[in-house]
Nanobody, 121 residues
Framework: HVQLVESGGGSVQAGESLRLTCEVR????????MAWFRQAQGREREGVAAIDTAGAPTYAYAVAGRFTISKDNVKNTLYLQMNSLKPEVTAMYYC????????????????WGQGTQVTVS
């Protein structure tokens, strides 16, 4: 009943920007937290940013000040604006939703998108 459809990834040069989009289809009301995770090759998946039902954002230290998470409650869409990209952010980025509070714990998120690759060279 729930589907997360991601888009916006790509291959860009250092210093450029991307905006990732995640369309959440289904029982949106029960998705209290929406978040972005990423997984670089050879590394574990890690939380990037999260936003709760009230719109309060939380960022991983590594991306704070550089990435911005937002959502459109009407469109049931999650965004991640990524500016001044550097090669170190290269990873597969995943959208996820939780019916509980926002966290960095993967098991707390019951739904995941297919992932969208971000590559910075």
């Amino acid at each position: 009943h729930v589907q997360l459809v991601e888009s916006g990834g790509g291959s860009v040069q250092a210093g450029e920007s991307l905006r990732l989009t995640c369309e959440v289809r289904g029982a949106t009301h029960s998705h209290i937290c929406m978040a972005w995770f990423r997984q670089a090759q050879g590394r574990e998946r890690e939380g990037v940013a999260a936003i709760d039902t009230a719109g309060a954002p939380t960022y991983a230290y590594a991306v704070a000040g550089r990435f911005t998470i937002s959502k459109d409650n009407v469109k049931n869409t999650l965004y991640l604006q990524m500016n001044s990209l550097k090669p170190e952010v290269t990873a597969m980025y995943y959208c996820a939703t939780s019916r509980g509070w926002c966290s960095w714990s993967r098991p707390d998120y019951g739904y995941w998108g297919q992932g969208t690759q971000v590559t910075v060279s």
